[in-house]
């Protein structure tokens, strides 16, 4: 069943991606060569706890820390640590999520450790473009394949391969709720989108194939070729007016 929001709860939800908005703002200054992802989880938990919400991930099916980072072939899920550290060509994906009065929040980014090559700046680029082509089908009569295509379209025309082990979903007082939300498929398929929905929409998307598998950790989701791969996420509520993203704060 998918969980219609009333305007009281998209307001937490609201407020939790709110935090979530500054954490990535915290981002840009936290990645840098020499930063343990161990270093970057820590700052960004004591910043979600001070701002009186809770991590969303610590404790989810055991999993053990504030965030998710997800360094070169690691797709997501990746366990942060004190040995791994940041340098210079890397891309590391940033999986962040708060909860606020018992309502998620729940995005990602991919951001370059100096400079790297076009390609792999394209493959950033053409990532994040494919969730905001995504958010634009976010409308009550729209349907969930709608979503899935406009991703897919878009990284596929570009070259890149789409992972399919993962996928988006809805979210409320549950990280995961239903529908879930693919980043490939048809156009008009899927259920139809309602104003008071509210999704994590999450494309991940390689240099290579789509084909991924999981770590000995249990966790960590690498590419099969060893090739790179970007996660972008954001958190959209479909309103009466239209999308209403909840995970990004002005500028
Ligand atoms: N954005 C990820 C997701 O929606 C975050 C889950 S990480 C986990 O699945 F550790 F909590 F599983
Ligand atoms: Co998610």
Redesign the pocket.
């Given at each position: 069943m998918i969980l219609l929001k009333s305007s009281r709860e998209i307001e937490h939800m609201r407020a939790a991606g709110r935090i979530l908005g500054e954490v990535k703002a915290r981002l840009k200054a936290l990645v840098r060569p020499g930063a343990s992802t161990k270093d970057i989880d820590e700052d960004i938990e004591a910043f979600i706890v001070g701002k009186g919400a809770a991590p969303a991930f610590k404790g989810y099916r055991g999993y053990p820390a504030t965030v998710c980072a997800s360094i070169n072939d690691e797709v997501v899920h990746g366990i942060p640590s004190a040995k791994r550290k940041l340098k210079d060509g890397d891309i590391i994906g940033l999986d962040l999520g708060c909860i606020v009065e018992g309502y998620y929040g729940?995005c990602a980014i991919t951001l370059p450790v100096g400079p790297v090559p076009e390609r792999v700046q394209e493959l950033l680029d053409v990532t994040r473009e494919s969730l905001d082509k995504a958010i634009v089908q976010c409308r009550a009569g729209s349907r969930i394949g709608d979503i899935s295509y406009a991703v897919q379209a878009h990284c596929e025309s570009h070259g890149f391969g789409v992972v399919r082990a993962f996928v988006?979903?809805g979210i409320g007082r549950a990280?995961h709720e239903e529908p879930q939300v693919p980043n490939f498929g048809e156009a008009g398929r899927g259920p139809v989108l309602k104003a008071g929905m509210v999704l994590?929409i999450?494309p991940m998307v390689t240099m290579g194939s789509w084909e991924v598998r999981v770590l000995e950790d249990g966790w960590t989701a690498v590419t099969v070729d060893g090739s790179l791969a970007a996660h972008f996420?954001d958190t959209i509520a479909i309103t009466a007016n239209g999308p209403e993203v909840l995970t990004r704060t002005a500028g």
């Open positions: 729940d988006g979903h990280l994590a999450e996420e």
